[in-house]
């Protein structure tokens, strides 16, 4: 025969309407004594709640973000007679386990003892493994001092136990970055599949059905995209970003440009904006060189360059290609401008080879024609700094007293913070602001 019990919560202490976090049960469910139904969470600590009886969820009473309270039901459960006659069978079995004799109990610590000679002997890259990056599909160890700070419940701290899992390093998806359940799965899922090496690896975006809020469409990434995408991602997530931005005054430059527009075409060029900042890039690179250098692999070394290749984006359908002027040092302004001009018809055409792309020490990311204000290019690794340029705009400035309109131009640097820092790339900004000011070196 069954008999259908409550299970209510029990006594919490003084705490009144505390938070429902997680359930752990359906309804249909078999139970075992002790497992974990639901979990509440008060303003100090979080706890399992178990089921006092062994049988199988007939009906449950709350929900994840419910509030309850002490004597509160939370589910129904139908129970089995025989349950209730096996509950003095394991308190026996508990009394004679705490009956047996001390010396019964001894030869697990003796076992110990014995073994610990050979710890001490042991090599010193066996002793400490925490010091070693766990290799593809191996499991992080596990940090003690950590695994106390995370924010998770007792029921996915023994679930995390378990299997072994470093909880400090699980990024939690639950209400306030709660660790739940499915993180760890997921945390697991990933190290077997050599996608965390020390436990770094992203936390997964959610799959969504689009189409059951309305009509989609689905086009596949441009040839383009699908191999720039993942050398893009690789960049922001490998070097440490920061941009700094700043302005240069562009007014006597535009008039220069626009006198020369004519001697340019008559070349078969056209004078753009972006020559002048490709000479005026040459001068700032010669003056920091760190900003035409890459970091080697070992990570220790800077590779300095005495070449100066400059990539510039340009936009295509398929998307975003950088091909590169090489030698812009060795040219003229009106040089420079006949090629930005051929190697922009051919990645518009789609015709740029391997060779046009590559070799790049510095780039320059212009959406001056699209409009803009300030932006944060990802820098084009190995370089280690991109220049973004937005569009110009006449603004008042203050000069001899009074305010007069100038052309504004804004830029944006992006710098690997590993080589580059702030101080460096402040200066450099101003310097290039400067030479696009005075064009000093940038026509000959």
Known sequence: MADTK?????????????????????????????TALITLETDKAAMDVPSPYAGTIKSLKVSTDD???????????EVAEEADEEEPQEEARDEKKAEKPAEEKEPEPKKEEAEEPKKKEAPAE?????????????????????????????????????????????DGSGPKNRITHDDVKGFVKRMLQGGGGG????????????????????????????????????????????????????????????????????????????????????????????????????????????????????????????PVIRDADQKNLIEIAAELGELGEKARSGKLNAKDMQGGCFSISSLGSIGGTYFT??????????????????????????????????????????????ASAARFTRFLAETLETMKGLIF
């Not at 705009?393 to 690997?416: A, C, E, H, I, W």
Request: glycine fraction near 8%.
């Open 6 to 34: 409550e299970i209510k919560v029990p006594d919490i202490g003084d705490f009144e309407n505390v938070d429902v976090i997680e359930v752990m049960v359906g309804e249909g469910d078999k139970v075992e004594k002790e």
């Open 67 to 77: 509030k309850v309270s002490q004597g509160d039901v939370i589910a129904i459960v």
């Open 126 to 170: 066996q002793k400490q493994p925490s010091h070693k990056a766990p290799s593809p599909g191996e499991l992080p160890p596990i940090d003690e001092k950590a695994f106390g700070q995370a924010h998770a419940s007792p029921s996915v701290r023994k679930f995390a136990r378990e299997l072994g899992v470093a909880l400090g390093r699980v």
């Open 199 to 322: 436990g770094g690896a992203l936390p997964s975006i959610p799959t969504v059905d689009f189409a059951k809020f309305g009509e989609v469409e689905r086009k596949p990434l441009s040839r383009i995209k699908k191999i720039s995408g993942p050398r893009v991602h690789a960049s922001w997530v490998n070097l440490p970003h920061v941009t700094q931005h700043d302005e240069a005054d562009v007014t006597d430059l535009e008039s220069v440009r626009k006198a020369l527009k004519a001697e340019a075409e008559a070349h078969g060029a056209k004078l753009t904006p972006l020559a002048f900042l490709i000479k005026a890039c040459v001068v700032a690179l010669k003056e920091f060189p760190d900003f035409n250098s890459s970091l080697d692999a070992d990570g220790e070394t800077l590779i300095y360059k005495k070449y100066f290749h400059i990539g510039f984006a340009v936009d295509t359908e398929g998307g975003l290609v950088v």
């Open 377 to 422: 290019p990802i820098i084009n690794a190995p370089e280690v700094a991109i220049l973004g340029v937005s569009r110009s705009s006449v603004k008042p400035v203050f000069q001899n007293g009074q305010f007069v309109p100038r052309t504004m131009l804004p830029l944006s640097l992006s710098y690997d913070h590993r080589v580059i820092d702030g």
